[in-house]
């Protein structure tokens, strides 16, 4: 499956809660600190991630897209996706987690991603 980024998708927090909600997945809301980014990596849990507040920069490596997401963007990264993040100044979104209890670690590298399947 691959990512998928939608700009201008919702208004409200409750949208993105009852989208959450529907699929199946646990929601919660998050402020993000600054951070200088982190390499290519793929979580064991897939994410539906709605920006409320501040810009989230990632980057999908099957297309060497860039994507900017503000708020009212949703972005969906399916489990076992890499993925890389860009450097940001925080942002605050609401997470949809497609598992109750998050695997950790959260962050794994990809030479895991075979040995893990």
């Given at each position: 499956m ?73 972005f ?7 993925h890389i ?19 950790q ?13």
């Amino acid at each position: 499956m691959a990512i998928v980024v939608q700009h201008g998708y919702f208004d409200e927090d409750q949208q993105a809660f009852d989208e959450i909600q529907k699929d199946g997945y646990y929601g919660s809301k998050f402020d993000a600190t600054p951070s200088g980014g982190t390499p290519i990596h793929w979580h064991d849990v897939g994410m539906h991630i709605y920006i409320t507040e501040g810009t989230f920069r990632f980057q999908d490596p099957a297309s060497g897209k860039v994507h900017e997401c503000v708020a009212g963007t949703r972005f969906d990264i399916p489990e076992r996706t890499l993925h890389i993040e860009e450097e940001h100044h925080g942002y605050t979104a609401i997470a949809g987690m497609s598992k109750a209890e998050v695997p950790q670690p959260f962050v794994r590298p990809p030479e895991e991603l075979d040995r893990d399947a």
